[in-house]
Nanobody, 117 residues
């Protein structure tokens, strides 16, 4: 059974930082394309950042230079380091795992990030 468990969300002031974690079980993150997505109230889910099996990263323009995705293969965990947070970053953040060339596509339950003074 595959599980992706996000943690690290919370309330933070504008300009602050948070680190989200996605602990995986039932899959090996190093052979999946891992990603973080977010969904704000009334909006569609959008891509935030991805990391390929080879370690290449990709970011939404809105978070470039502020967010960093990384992977710890030993812990089977993916992280999203978020800095210089803005109110518009407020959303539920979801972890995603896709195995290339297969229908395997898994989601976590999400973690709430609220940026507010």
């Amino acid at each position: 059974q595959v599980q992706l468990v996000e943690s690290g969300g919370g309330l933070v002031q504008p300009g602050g930082s948070l680190r989200l974690s996605c602990a995986a079980s039932g899959i090996i993150v190093s052979i999946y394309a891992m990603g973080w997505y977010r969904q704000a109230p009334g909006k569609q889910r959008e891509l935030v950042a991805t990391i390929t099996r080879g370690g290449s990263t990709n970011y939404a323009d809105s978070v470039k230079g502020r967010f960093t995705i990384s992977r710890d293969n030993a812990k089977n965990t993916v992280y999203l380091q978020m800095s210089s947070l803005k109110p518009e970053d407020t959303a539920v953040y979801y972890c995603n795992a896709k195995k290339p060339l297969t229908p395997s596509n898994y989601w976590g339950q999400g973690t709430q990030v609220t940026v507010s003074s």
